[in-house]
């Protein structure tokens, strides 16, 4: 079971969390002058990396919060996490 | 190779066991190949088996990071069966379970196929019809189903509690072709079966890198046991996938998630058939050996470390303990996690990629122990043709871009 740094709330188990995917996924600005390509990109193709992913989670069974975080997959150790709207934290290897 | 038969089996017997060979070779890897497979579990050595059976190509190799047999191959709960909803996916998962009924005869290898029954239980009137319109899809595509009244479920699994629990048992559909098969014999099976027709099977191979000649078609696999030129790649890699894909420079739609499962301390045999609930989350079966195999679900965030968090197998065994209270105080033995690449409509991906050259056969999420045969089968056929049999040609990368999914989320028997 994972202990997750809620921004907000500091540590707290994992089951009070819902995982919400890969963070940082736009919605297209124009969908009328979207392509397929760019529509499968948004809806279907994920980094899934074996590494540093920045991805979101929300404390649903505390605050009800979205936030952000970077955890590394290949270790499930978390690096960071962030408040939604503030920039990724600058780690190496981690996404720019 | 020489064939096991009865008269091998006495004969060895006599001689106290001791005169066994290695039943396939351990060579030092060519520098290049007509084609080589990224993955030894039971997907990446069927196919090899089946390109060199059925298509000829035998100078060909597996490349496996770690042993075969060792990644899902060896950590799922081997359950078998065909009952999924749409067309496609009923001729492409009936496909392997008739390959499956004469698998042990076609490599000469005791797979240990036991059809013994799946049976799905239902303990919501929701659960109910949802099963129930599954029953009639699957008879309607000449997929055997049937629908179980509580005491026939119960007749059928006698240790099954369907009564005094939280959410009884108020239906079940049954696939009575469906069972089980020895996961180890799979991949060893096929493995023998490859060798000995040619292919060269490469353990502690670990693919870094893919190399595409001027013309973007693939010209090399980099590996950590040194560069490997072939002109074609087929990547069975589970879920890891997406990984071996993007040294080709292709994204894949997949998520790779840990799905845990656990087995108990061996028991006498009490327990005759596979049960599956996807209410109450839990599927169980008895292996040989006598342990009880318990599927629990998928962690909830993605990962690679082949482990998860405790509470998610707790969860299934409560709902174990609430269908079987005889099993409540069997101890757990092991505990493990496998990582599986989901797919968005959990339907797997079989086909040409846009690299040329460069084939792809994954996406097969929480259940592709069951596909084993059938995803080798015409996977091979794909490479060795470089086009889709027409079993798999539905399952395209491209049917995300053009809306065409075939959305199994709801015949993962449990909701991952």
């Not at chain 2, 009137?125 to 319109?133: C, F, I, S």
């Not at chain 2, 690299?355 to 259940?367: A, D, F, I, S």
Request: glycine letters at 12%; a neutral charge.
């Amino acid at each position: 079971m994972l202990l997750i740094e809620c921004p907000y709330c500091g540590e707290r188990p994992e089951p009070e969390f819902v995982y919400g995917g890969q963070a940082h996924v736009a919605r297209p600005a124009q969908p009328s002058g979207t392509s397929a390509e760019e529509w499968t990109q948004f809806l279907y193709l994920r980094a899934n990396p074996r590494g540093l992913h920045a991805e979101r989670w929300r404390h649903t069974h505390g605050c009800g919060r979205f936030f952000n975080a970077l955890r590394d997959t290949a270790t499930d150790r978390f690096l960071a996490t962030y408040r939604v709207g503030e920039r990724v934290p600058q780690l190496p290897g981690g996404p720019a | 190779m020489t064939p096991f038969s009865a008269l091998s089996l006495l004969k060895q017997g006599l001689g106290g066991q001791r005169g066994w060979k290695p039943q396939w070779r351990s060579p030092d890897p060519k520098g290049a190949y007509d084609a080589v497979i990224v993955g030894g579990g039971g997907h990446g050595l069927g196919t090899a088996y089946y390109l060199a059976k059925e298509h000829g190509l035998t100078n060909i190799a597996v490349l496996e990071k770690g042993w075969i047999g060792g990644g899902n191959t060896g950590r799922n709960t081997t359950i078998i069966r065909s009952n999924y909803l749409f067309a496609e996916s009923a001729a492409l998962y009936d496909h392997a379970l008739k390959l499956w009924e004469g698998l042990s005869q076609e490599l000469n290898y005791n797979t240990m196929f036991s059809a013994r029954g799946v049976m799905m239980l239902a303990h919501t009137v929701h659960d109910a019809q949802v099963a129930q319109r599954h029953v009639h899809a699957n008879r309607a595509a000449g997929v055997d189903n049937e629908w179980l009244t509580p005491a026939e479920a119960k007749a059928f699994c006698p240790p099954l509690n369907i009564g005094d629990i939280r959410y009884p048992v108020i239906g079940a559909a049954l696939q009575r072709r469906g069972g089980t098969a020895r996961h180890d014999a799979v991949a060893w099976g096929y493995a023998r079966g490859a060798d000995s027709l040619g292919v060269d099977i490469l353990e502690n191979c670990e693919v870094t890198g893919i190399r595409l000649g001027s013309d973007g078609a693939v010209e090399a696999v980099d590996t950590t046991r040194g560069r490997i030129r072939t002109p074609r790649v087929g990547v069975a890699a589970a879920g890891h996938s997406s990984v071996i894909m993007a040294m080709a420079g292709v994204a894949l739609p997949l998520e790779s998630y840990p799905l845990q499962a656990l087995v108990s301390e061996p028991v006498k045999p009490v327990f005759p058939c596979v049960v599956m609930s996807n209410t109450i989350h839990a599927y169980i079966s008895q292996s040989d050996k006598g342990e009880l195999v318990i599927g629990a679900g998928t962690d909830a965030y993605t990962s690679y470390t082949q482990r998860g968090g405790l509470h998610i197998p707790s969860h299934a065994l409560e709902a174990i303990c609430e269908l079987f209270p005889m099993f409540r105080r069997l101890k757990m033995l092991r505990n493990w996690g496998g990582i599986v690449d989901v797919s968005p409509d959990r339907s797997p991906i079989i086909g040409k990629t846009p690299v040329p050259g460069l084939y792809v056969n994954c996406g097969w999420g929480t259940g592709g122990f069951k596909a084993t045969p059938g995803s080798a089968h015409v996977f091979a056929w794909t490479i060795a043709k470089d086009e889709p049999h027409p079993i798999n040609a539905p399952f395209t990368l491209e049917r995300f871009r053009d809306g065409d999914l075939i959305d199994e989320a709801a015949a993962a028997a449990v909701a991952h």
